[in-house]
């Protein structure tokens, strides 16, 4: 049988270039182990040379391990679809909505689905006053990894400062902080795997899941399966699930959430979908690869179930 040839996507050109490189990395490493023939392709500003580059690797299988815009927004997903390529991960529609979180949120709450109260703002009303009465987030509509994500409670003079050095374009996603703690779901296709209790590291982040508590070394502790309540722990794994049908999202996604049982008092507290993750982190101490783990799924095995489920969508 001949060697399947698959070329990886590391890099690119977005804010969570670094991210991709290390998840790149891992996935490079193991798909060789697994008896691939591997090439890696850096996309730069260049689609003509992007085209080429994947042209000349003759793959059979494009193996995204791009992260933020460009990479999960749907624009890669596009140029592999005119190119008539298989790739992993999900197609450009599912990718275009999850990375815009407005939209996102439009898509869950129209079916149902637990968010947040917020609305997009343009920066400069945040100049001007506080969209919120009590705590608040700012965050861009189109950025990953908390790239960009703002805490603002009373009384913290915070506000002006981040309108005025904001660099996410004109407008921002304002939504109610929620209290409590950061859950996580991996979903393969249809199936959720468990769910996972994230803690920021004290002293080391801004007290949130935060761009260094995902990547920074200690920054966080990841506990599975998370120690919550049984409803509550059953409800992640199917809204996990939700979410990846509501966008028609395909192969590996992650689904976070806030979980709100300061006040549960012993009962199920409040669940909200922050966001759904179309191309998870893929370092081996990821979230995704942890999950995976911990229902038997090596990560190597991970990343051979994600070439061989990648899909043309044209």
Not at 15 to 26: D, I, K, N, T
Not at 247 to 276: H, K, M, N, Q, S
Request: net charge negative; hydrophobic share 40%; glycine share 12%.
């Amino acid at each position: 049988m001949e060697t399947r040839r698959v070329t990886v996507l590391a890099g690119g050109l977005s804010a969570e270039r670094p991210v991709s490189q290390a998840s790149s990395e891992g996935v490079v490493g193991a798909l060789r182990d697994e008896g691939f023939a591997v090439s890696v392709v850096d996309p730069g500003a260049d689609l003509g040379a992007l085209v080429a580059a994947i042209t000349d690797s003759r793959p059979d299988v494009v193996f995204n391990a791009l992260h933020g815009r460009f990479g999960e927004d749907g624009t890669i997903q596009g140029i592999l679809d005119w190119m008539n390529v298989p790739y992993t991960h999900s197609g450009l529609r599912a990718s275009s909505v999850a990375m815009d979180k407005s939209a996102a949120r439009a898509a869950f709450a129209g079916a149902g689905l637990p968010v947040a109260t917020g609305r997009m703002i343009d920066v400069a009303e945040l100049r001007e006053r506080d969209p919120f009465e009590g705590s608040y987030v700012v965050k861009p509509h189109n950025e990953g990894s908390s790239v960009g994500v703002e805490i603002v409670h009373p009384g913290s003079n915070r506000r002006a400062a981040i309108a005025e050095g904001w660099r996410f374009g004109r407008t921002a996603l304002v939504e109610e902080f929620i209290p409590g703690r950061e859950l996580t779901v991996g979903v393969l296709d249809g199936r959720a795997l468990t769910v996972t209790d994230i803690t920021p590291s004290a002293g080391i982040t801004a007290g949130f899941y935060d761009f260094e508590a995902k990547y920074g070394q200690g920054g966080s502790t990841h506990h599975l399966p998370a120690n919550v309540h049984p409803d509550t722990f059953a409800r992640a794994m199917d809204l996990a699930c939700a979410t990846h049908r509501t966008l028609g999202c395909r192969g590996a996604t992650r689904t976070d959430f806030r979980y709100d049982d300061t006040r549960a008092a012993g009962g199920p507290g409040r669940l909200v979908i922050l966001e759904i993750n179309t191309q998870p982190g893929l370092t081996p101490t990821s979230l995704l690869p942890e999950q995976a783990a911990f229902t038997g799924m090596s990560y190597g095995t991970l990343c051979r179930w994600m070439v061989d489920h990648a899909a043309c969508r044209t």
